[in-house]
């Protein structure tokens, strides 16, 4: 029996062993301003992994890309250890098991650039007009979508047309040749472009948000997550020289609450919804102390883990893509269970901001002439966080 012991002792240290020793992947993503195929950037990133490896006692072997939808489905599988990447691609990650440890020193404004002669002044008289911006999958084109999915607008049938430049350049070239009313740009990559182009406004600025970021896979250890961390801190003077040249720029430690807001933007459900009402948990109460209906619209699985006292559990089958324009002629959603006069209180919640099956449900409502919808956006979330109980089971 000690002989057993020792033996299963002896393996698990073999095995925690091979573990610790096994290659980390760094994925550096750049964005689709940044040359991804120069020497220069490759040896950038090369000398980086060896500096990596240095710090943290194993191999960090480098995988560089500059296709953010396929890194996408591999952050989703946890395919690498760590990521360096741009703003929206770390706040994905945050939601799909990985933790900021860094974050650029340099921030990204990106602005709207417009000409004189299209009379548009800020963003809400761009209606109709032919906005160019970059790959579609560019933080560029990430904050301008975010934004509209925001203040719940399409920019498929906002704008009058939407064209998509892989290559940065195009975009501001398309506005010289005057294929474009407005465009969207990092403002430090258009700064000497637009001081000498007096025709052109800069109609509206979006909120900084971290140029890039660094996440590693919640699977690593505490103890190697924090020398990862470190590591970071204290590049040396000459490689962040190299990598501001790479339009990237130093880092700095980084936390979640760096890339909050750039997480929210792409993901989270848009921030309002006409016809409807938005109520806080409290407001939510007292609605619900009066006699009106709250209906908890997720799977029956989440509501048997944890719902609001008196909510009836009716659930928006959701097979509709989570964007505005959806069709919810492919959802379903019994509203046989709801009560039949169009003006009777209904709200309607699922898990928070992020989640969309409430504002389908509400908007749902709205389009078949229910006229007293709230929209408790914030959701459960919102109701614990403010100190009301909450119950399990069916």
Known sequence: MLIFWRWAIFSLLLAINAQARADLILN????????????????????????????????VKLIMTQNAERVGERVRTATYSILLAPAQLVGMAMRNGYTPIARSRQDARVVLLATKASQVRNLDSARGKRIVMPHRESLVSYMVNGEMNARGLSPNTYFGQIMYMNKYAAVLYAMDIGQADLVAVKENMAKEWIAQHKEINVVHTFPDVPLAG??????????????????????????????????????????????????????YSPEVLPGAIIPTAQQVQTLMSQGASLFDVRPQAHYREAHIPGAINVHYQMNSPKEIEFDDSVDSFDIGKLPKDKNAPMIFQCNGAECWYSYKAARYMLKRGYTKIYWFRTGLPAWKAAGYPVRKGA
């Open 28 to 59: 550096v993503t750049l964005d689709y301003d940044q040359e991804r195929d120069h020497v220069g950037t490759q040896m950038v990133f090369n000398d980086l992994a060896k500096f990596l490896t240095g710090e943290v006692g194993q191999p």
């Open 214 to 267: 660094v996440v590693v896979n919640d699977k690593l250890s505490p103890a190697l997550q924090e020398k990862l961390r470190n590591a970071f801190a204290k590049l040396d003077n000459t490689l962040q020289d190299r990598l501001i040249r790479m339009k990237l720029g130093a880092f700095k430690p980084a936390g979640k609450d760096d890339f909050e807001f750039v997480s929210t933007r792409g993901f």
